[in-house]
C-alpha cells in the first residue's frame, strides 16, 4: 500500500464501473448457471480444488476475464494474465521461469491467456511442454471456435467451457447493482430496464458502460 491508495474497504471511484463491480467471489458471479450451478462439473472441480487446464470460449462481455480471476482466487493461485495481442514467446518463456520460482517456494500459478486465437502456433506451442509437466493451470479465453482457433495439442490438454451471453434475468441483476454503487436509492422503469438490456444484448460490460454514461 501507497499514500496514494484508497483507505481499506474503500472504493477507487476513478476506475471504471464494470471494473468497480467486478464480483470478488464466486458467489457473487452473475450467469453461466449451466456450468458453474451446483453440482456442475467446474464448480466441483473448483471447490475440490482439481481444477485441469481450460478454455473459456464465449462472446465479449460475459465475465471470461473474472472467471479465470475468481478460479485463481478461489483455488489460491497467483494470476498471471497474458494478452495474446502484447506477447510473444519471450514474455511466455519469463512467465513460465516466474511460475518455477514459485512452485520451488510452495505456490502455485494460474496463467490466464486472453484471446488466445490471435496468437500463432508457435507460441501456443510454447505454452505445451508447462501445461504437461503441470507447472502451472492454464486458462485461455476466445471468442472464437476453439475447435479451429486453437491447436490441437494444446487443446487436447485442456476442457472447453462455452460461456453464454447473460440472459434478461442476470443484466437485470446488475443493473441493481449498478444502482446501489452509484447511491441511487430508487429504481428504473421497466420500460428503461427493457431498453438497456436489449442494447446491451447479453453483454455485461456494455451494459454497465451504459448505466455509467
Not at 477507487?12 to 453440482?39: C, F, K, N, V
Not at 471468442?143 to 490438454?157: I, M, Q
Not at 434475468?169 to 422503469?189: E, H, K, T, W
Amino acid at each position: 500500500m501507497t499514500l496514494f491508495d484508497p483507505p481499506p474497504g474503500t472504493v477507487d471511484m476513478s476506475r471504471p464501473l464494470a471494473e468497480r463491480l467486478r464480483p470478488q467471489t464466486l458467489a457473487d458471479y452473475i450467469g453461466q448457471e449451466h456450468i458453474l450451478g451446483p453440482s456442475k462439473p467446474l464448480l466441483r472441480q473448483i471447490e475440490r480444488d482439481e481444477l485441469q487446464s481450460l478454455i473459456l470460449w464465449g462472446p465479449p462481455g460475459v465475465g471470461k476475464t473474472t472467471l479465470a480471476r475468481l478460479i485463481a482466487r478461489a483455488t489460491k493461485c497467483e494470476f498471471v494474465p497474458f494478452s495474446a495481442v502484447l506477447s510473444g514467446i519471450k514474455e511466455i518463456k519469463a512467465v513460465m521461469a516466474d511460475a518455477e520460482r514459485l512452485r520451488q517456494t510452495g505456490r502455485r500459478t494460474l496463467v490466464f491467456v486472453d484471446e488466445i486465437h490471435r496468437f500463432n502456433k508457435s507460441q501456443q506451442d510454447a505454452f505445451l511442454p508447462y501445461v504437461e509437466q503441470g507447472l502451472f493451470t492454464f486458462i485461455g479465453a476466445t471468442t472464437e471456435n476453439p475447435s479451429f482457433e486453437v491447436n490441437g495439442a494444446l487443446l487436447s490438454r485442456a476442457s472447453v467451457y462455452v460461456l453464454q451471453p447473460l440472459a434478461d434475468q442476470d443484466m437485470n441483476v446488475l443493473i441493481d447493482r449498478a444502482l446501489a454503487a452509484a447511491g441511487v436509492r430508487r429504481s428504473i422503469s421497466d420500460a428503461a430496464r427493457k431498453l438497456i438490456t436489449g442494447y446491451a444484448d447479453g453483454d455485461a460490460r456494455r451494459l454497465l458502460n451504459m448505466m455509467e454514461q
